[in-house]
């Protein structure tokens, strides 16, 4: 036998009889990091840079037919603005207003002269200085999945979501610092009326991280007490926040070719204070929007750069971020189809755009699988590589998205900081200095030899490669006599170990009870009006 194989033998004999599996927590406080062997440093998740150059999916001239085409719509057949005073603005800048309707005709150049004016990359602002993020050229920073109804994990199952479901979340949100943001509510908590659920929420927000975090645009009232605790949360003045993003909000298009009254309020609100808006067209081909990509992405585009026109109209120079949300439904069911082919081209080509007009890139982590199985990792893995491959800056959705968005899984939480992370250690540079290149240990171990003991390997080996939160090296026998134990069962296992040891970021006192006022006297005046 040779040195190698005497070497694996007696490795695999040492954990033959291990009854549990050597767990490994690649970036989080949950979970026994495994004897011997350390966990990648995570504080550099906290900032990624995109090192691969953009997949260029679209030619020159396809990029140029989507634009001009896009431009044509505007112009030709135009969009619903469904709020008075977005039509008096955009009326008073020039655009065409058809008497008695909602609808607005956009000139060309109207148009690109409002895009040319918003700022391009910027820094979205967190209560705690070191999770600010680059949002925009080369940067890349992951949500946690938001908006969902439904909940789900092995031990409870599919269910509405309460408020310890939100705040469950949200803590393993904070927990990994892979998740630079929370992107909404991650389950909606339908045991708080929605009357004041965005008070509870935003509150538990800044207390349980200290990311920066989003703000749903349903309304004036809901926009404005988010700017308040947004403002309280950073303890900064309200003309200080203004100078530095600190909240943002996802600003979807109803497609086909329509803004309702909530988001174009919402884009008054928040790029009136120069707080972030995402503008993002919701835009499924052969549903609403057409049956070709290039269709649907014409028309995501149109409706894209209405909406960022119009951010720029209300505030020049406001952050705003060029979002795509392209894919395709089942032909048969009508059902949306996520992690496809089409939608890989789609998020390609939306990021060809978005460059093209020198904007951040808004996109998502996506698929339509109702449980942690095969289909959602390669679903999820297939828009993790269509994000990378085009160049995406933000994206929402990143960890627990699960059933086309209507359910957060605990399990594929977990599941999905695993794959972000691998990704985040692929984009990492290959080291190729004289140090990395060996040549001493190449020279040492020679011809027919192993590396297993050379000083090169001994100082590297705990962090020389990646360590998967759940993945399972154990040979057949080991996994075996260990329960063959399945993916699922270890994400189960790791989302509670994460949560048990989940930490609260420091919050100053006075902080603390300016918000705990501020909440309590906006709920005391019942929040917002709702119809029931």
Not at 168 to 185: C, E, F, P, R
Not at 212 to 233: M, Q, T, V, W
Not at 320 to 343: L, R
Not at 433 to 454: C, K, N, Q, R, W
Request: aromatic letters at 8%.
């Amino acid at each position: 036998m040779s040195k190698i194989e005497d070497i694996v033998a007696t490795a695999i004999e040492n954990t033959a009889g291990a009854p549990e599996r050597r767990k490994r927590a690649g970036g989080g406080r949950g979970g026994d990091r495994g004897k011997g062997r350390k966990s990648p440093e995570t504080l550099r998740y906290r900032s990624i840079l995109n090192s691969q150059d953009p997949t260029l999916i679209l030619s020159g001239e396809g990029l140029e037919a989507i634009h001009e085409a896009s431009l044509k719509v505007l112009e030709e057949i135009g969009l619903d603005f469904m709020l008075k005073e977005a039509r008096d603005r955009l009326e008073a800048a020039g655009a065409k207003v058809v008497a008695g309707t909602e609808r607005v005709r956009l000139d060309r150049d109207l148009v690109m002269d409002l895009v040319a004016k918003a700022p391009g990359p910027f820094t979205l602002h967190a209560r705690n200085p070191e999770r600010n993020i680059a949002i925009g050229a080369r940067n890349l920073a992951f949500a946690q999945v938001a908006s969902a109804p439904y909940c789900s994990d092995r031990d409870n199952g599919r269910r509405p979501g309460t408020q310890e479901d939100f705040r469950n979340l949200v803590k393993l949100a904070q927990s990994y610092d892979i998740i630079h943001m929370t992107g909404g509510y991650p389950v909606e908590p339908t045991d708080i009326h929605a009357s004041v659920r965005h008070l509870a929420c935003l509150s538990d927000l800044v207390k349980l991280t200290d990311k920066p975090f989003h703000a749903y645009s349903l309304g004036k009232e809901r926009n404005l007490d988010a700017l308040e605790i947004a403002r309280i949360g950073r303890g900064v003045t309200a003309e200080q926040m203004e100078t530095e993003p600190s909240l943002f909000t996802i600003i979807n298009a109803s497609s086909p070719l329509r803004y309702d009254a909530p988001m174009l309020q919402g884009i008054i609100e928040m790029s009136s204070r120069n707080q972030v808006v995402v503008i993002t067209p919701f835009t499924l081909a052969g549903a609403m929007a057409p049956v070709t990509i290039a269709g649907a992405l014409v028309q995501q585009n149109a409706e894209a750069l209405a909406g960022i026109a119009f951010a720029q109209l209300v505030r020049p120079g406001a952050p705003v971020v060029y979002g795509g949300f392209t894919s395709n439904v089942d032909m048969k069911s009508g059902a949306p189809a996520f992690g496809t082919p089409e939608y890989m081209k789609a998020v390609m080509a939306g990021g060809q755009l978005a460059r093209r007009y020198g904007l951040p890139y808004r996109t998502s982590n996506t698929c339509a699988a109702n449980t942690l199985d095969a289909q959602s990792a390669y679903e999820s893995m297939m828009s993790l590589w269509g994000v990378v491959q085009g160049g995406g800056n933000f994206v929402m959705h990143a960890a627990g998205w699960m059933e086309g968005g209507l359910t957060a899984s605990f399990e594929k939480f977990v599941m999905d900081v695993d794959m972000l992370q691998m990704v985040s250690e692929f984009l990492t540079p290959l080291d190729t200095s004289p140090d990395a290149l060996a040549m001493d240990a190449i020279s040492e171990v020679g011809p027919g030899g192993h590396y297993f003991g050379t000083a090169h390997t001994l100082s590297r080996y705990e962090t020389a490669f990646y360590s998967p939160i759940l993945s399972d090296w154990r040979n057949f026998e080991s996994w075996s006599l260990a329960g063959q134990p399945t993916t699922y069962d270890h994400a189960n296992r790791i989302w509670k170990e994460t949560l048990a040891n989940y930490e609260a970021p420091p919050l100053d006192e006075a902080i603390s009870e300016e918000l705990d006022a501020f909440v309590a006297k906006r709920t005391e005046e019942g929040g917002v009006p709702t119809d029931f």
